[in-house]
């Protein structure tokens, strides 16, 4: 009788390790997959924002009119 109480408790024990780790890989799993559903909704919904680009407006050079010698130079 003490024998088939042991294989009794032994096989109640694994069922119960067996069913809460069944539990915790489930739970986990759901969360994953929540979170994963989270970040691709956020990501999908996130409008890009346009990379600012430094734009300057550069002056207008001037024009520079100088005499060498032999000649009159125009730089534009």
């Given at each position: 009788m003490q024998n088939i109480?042991?294989?009794?408790?032994?096989?109640?024990?694994?069922?119960?390790?067996?069913?809460?780790?069944a539990l915790t890989f489930s739970v986990t799993l759901a969360l994953g997959g929540i979170l994963t559903v989270l970040m691709v909704g956020r990501a999908l919904s996130m409008k890009m924002k346009p990379a600012p680009v430094r734009a300057k407006a550069e002056a207008k050079r001037e024009m520079r009119i100088w005499n060498d010698g032999r000649g009159t130079i125009i730089d534009l």
């Amino acid at each position: 009788m003490q024998n088939i109480r042991s294989i009794f408790l032994m096989l109640a024990g694994i069922t119960v390790f067996v069913a809460l780790a069944a539990l915790t890989f489930s739970v986990t799993l759901a969360l994953g997959g929540i979170l994963t559903v989270l970040m691709v909704g956020r990501a999908l919904s996130m409008k890009m924002k346009p990379a600012p680009v430094r734009a300057k407006a550069e002056a207008k050079r001037e024009m520079r009119i100088w005499n060498d010698g032999r000649g009159t130079i125009i730089d534009l």
